[in-house]
């Protein structure tokens, strides 16, 4: 039972940085290319690997979700930002508007990070 509290834990933490480091990473210039490929590999599990799991599927969702059935939690939302939210804060949010959020934010996101790592390769090949 340990292991999976550890690894409950483990997917808390990692699941939410990657989460936040989506959302924001290519704020930071160092941190621009893998935030760009962190994007493309969030979008292509939600949209390639949808197509055969469920629009959005998260393998990391689905993970954590087999650690809390083990951990006897039932009942666990189809959105993990919802699922993260209640845990974090206690309080229910309505699931369609995390979800739209959730793909807002996101396209958001990979347009900035898109634009600026074009804008930052363009810059480099005038500069040759």
Not at 20 to 48: D, H, M, Q, Y
Not at 91 to 111: D, P, Q, R
Request: with cysteine.
């Amino acid at each position: 039972m340990f292991w999976y509290r550890f690894i409950d834990l483990f997917f808390i933490i990692f699941h939410s940085v990657i989460i936040v480091f989506n959302l924001f990473g290519w704020l930071w210039k160092p941190a621009r290319k893998i935030n760009l490929i962190t994007l493309l590999l969030t979008g292509s599990s939600w949209f390639i690997l949808g197509i055969f799991y469920g629009i959005g599927y998260c393998p990391l969702t689905d993970w954590h979700w087999t650690v809390l059935h083990h951990l006897g939690k039932t009942n666990l939302p189809d959105s993990y930002v919802s699922y993260l939210l209640k845990r974090i804060t206690g309080l229910s949010f309505n699931n369609g508007l995390i979800e739209t959020l959730t793909v807002v934010l996101f396209f958001i996101a990979l347009a900035a990070s898109g634009y600026i790592n074009l804008k930052r390769r363009g810059k480099a090949n005038n500069q040759n």
